[in-house]
């Protein structure tokens, strides 16, 4: 032992207690085990000034002769049972974060509660030599006399213990606690906190969350349902609705494959007959875009089908128009010719139908024609690297061919039935009049014809490198310096 250590015992204790909380507090949190080791050499150099100078945390503070001393060796040998207290906790939570991760922090604390009550008593006992008997006695009146005062903080309390215990839910998880739905994002002593789809803060407390429904969306992980209902006429062939909102399912391709989209019949009254389609998707951020582009295309392809959704008021039977004159009322391009120019225009508008697995137009062919699809779905294959593959779905209302109309230039995809499809085809010769005079319905054309280049371009270009820096500072930082 140095001799100044020796000569100064007590001045080098307290100069290693604020040491240790100096480091503590310098370390960065994300070097945990270094910040553990210092801890651990600090508390056994502590240990050796006070025990090589009498100082023994197990027997009554020594200079009996000298008030000022004796109580400065009395602070320090409880310091030292306190220090104890907080290394073993410290190394305990080490251990039980690695084991259990985040959701052990509760059984940590309670660790660490008792750590402690057991160093103060022993202090108590060793250091100040009272009577531990009585102290605990006294204690325990008081615990009771707390614990009725605090009984719903207590149930709260137990409550998280059991929730971190049996792990219905962890940190990140979305969940729903009887009916408020959000994503963990912690659990201490009194409660649970979720971030809720609108951003707010929902606070429930532990004893509500143990007794309460609890559905965990992230379980399994990286499968997420939804379900979205919608009501039809009861007019309306069930079979014919059925294939049409399958049909719009394997239009939207955020859905997962497996498990397998469904649609199912759910309930029928007088008034209507409504039908739900439920499946899955891969992440939680999906579900609302998802949800909402299903039931777009569920209403679209209904409508192909000839079947509308239900509405709170329905007017007059609307007069039988043909199938290419319903079209150009419900593609976004078309729509905003006159009635005239629609009637005239959908005559000249042939009809043809493709199984799936039939090409309709290919890569690198230039079409002298338009398509419009009226019903089914159709799969827009890219290649990227010699691959082919999957850059999208189109479904009922939307135009194929518009790249060898507009600038004679070939098709960039592949465009293949996916289902059964029905298009309606526009000659060249008839479409490009139509074109000069109404400029309009020619610029929306462009602007689509523009979207799709840069889509295409954007799937099949490789992302660009980022350099990685070099350097003495890139250096450190690699090192966690």
């Not at 059984?107 to 057991?118: E, H, P, R, T, W």
């Not at 062939?237 to 498990?259: F, K, N, S």
């Not at 890569?363 to 890219?382: C, M, N, Q, T, Y």
């Not at 799937?459 to 660009?464: H, K, N, V």
Request: glycine share 8%; hydrophobic share 45%.
């Amino acid at each position: 032992m140095p001799s100044f250590i020796a000569d100064h015992p007590m001045l080098c204790a307290v100069a290693l207690i604020l040491i240790d909380i100096a480091v503590w507090r310098l370390i960065s949190p994300n070097l945990a085990n270094w910040k553990l080791a210092a801890r651990l050499v600090i508390f056994a150099v502590f240990s050796a000034v006070l025990f090589n100078d009498g100082m023994n945390p197990m027997q009554a503070a020594p200079y009996a002769d000298d008030t000022t001393l004796h109580l400065a060796a009395t602070a320090l040998q409880i310091g030292w049972w306190l220090f104890a207290a907080r290394t073993l906790t410290v190394l305990l939570g080490a251990v039980m974060m690695q084991r259990v991760g985040h959701t052990g922090r509760l059984l940590q604390d309670l660790l660490g509660a008792v750590i402690f009550l057991i160093a103060i008593i022993a202090a108590m006992a060793y250091v100040l030599d009272l009577p531990v008997k009585g102290v605990l006695a006294t204690s325990g009146a008081v615990a009771i006399i707390v614990g009725l005062a605090l009984q719903s903080t207590l149930s709260d309390v137990f409550s998280g213990i059991v929730l971190n215990t049996t792990k219905p839910y962890q940190i990140d998880d979305w969940i729903s606690i009887d009916g408020t739905e959000g994503r963990v994002t912690d659990i201490d002593w009194r409660a649970t906190r979720l971030q809720t789809s609108q951003g707010s803060l929902a606070v429930i407390p532990n004893s509500l969350a143990a007794k309460a429904k609890i559905i965990n969306f992230s379980r399994p992980a990286d499968m997420f349902g939804l379900a979205v209902s919608l009501q039809v006429s009861p007019h309306a062939r069930p079979q014919t609705v059925i294939e049409a909102l399958e049909r719009a399912m394997q239009g939207c391709r955020p859905l997962l494959a497996q498990p397998a989209p469904s649609v199912a019949f759910k309930a029928s009254t007088g008034s209507g007959v409504e039908y739900e389609i439920s499946g899955f998707v891969p992440a939680m951020g999906l579900k609302r875009e998802t949800r909402n582009q299903l039931y777009d295309l569920a209403y679209r392809h209904l409508q192909a089908a000839g079947v509308g959704l239900l509405s709170a008021t329905e007017g007059s039977t609307p007069p039988a128009v043909s199938g290419a004159r319903a079209l150009l009322e419900r593609s976004s391009i078309f729509s905003t010719l006159r009635q005239e120019e629609k009637d005239t225009f959908s005559q000249n508008m042939t009809l043809h139908t493709y199984r799936a697995g039939e090409m309709i137009l290919g890569a690198g062919e230039v079409s002298d024609h338009l398509f419009i699809v009226e019903s089914g779905v159709v799969s827009v294959l890219l290649i990227k690297d010699g691959h082919k593959f999957e850059a999208g779905r189109m479904g009922p209302g939307e135009v194929i061919g518009e790249s060898g109309i507009l600038s004679d230039q070939a098709a960039l995809a592949d465009f293949s039935a996916k289902t059964y499809c029905t298009l309606y085809r526009i000659e060249n010769e008839y479409l490009k009049p139509c074109l000069d005079a109404r400029h309009d319905i020619g610029e929306a054309m462009k602007a689509l014809l523009d979207f799709r280049r840069h889509a295409a371009q954007a799937l099949t270009e490789d992302a660009p490198v980022v350099p990685v820096k070099k350097g003495f500072i890139q250096w450190l930082r690699n090192r966690g310096l």
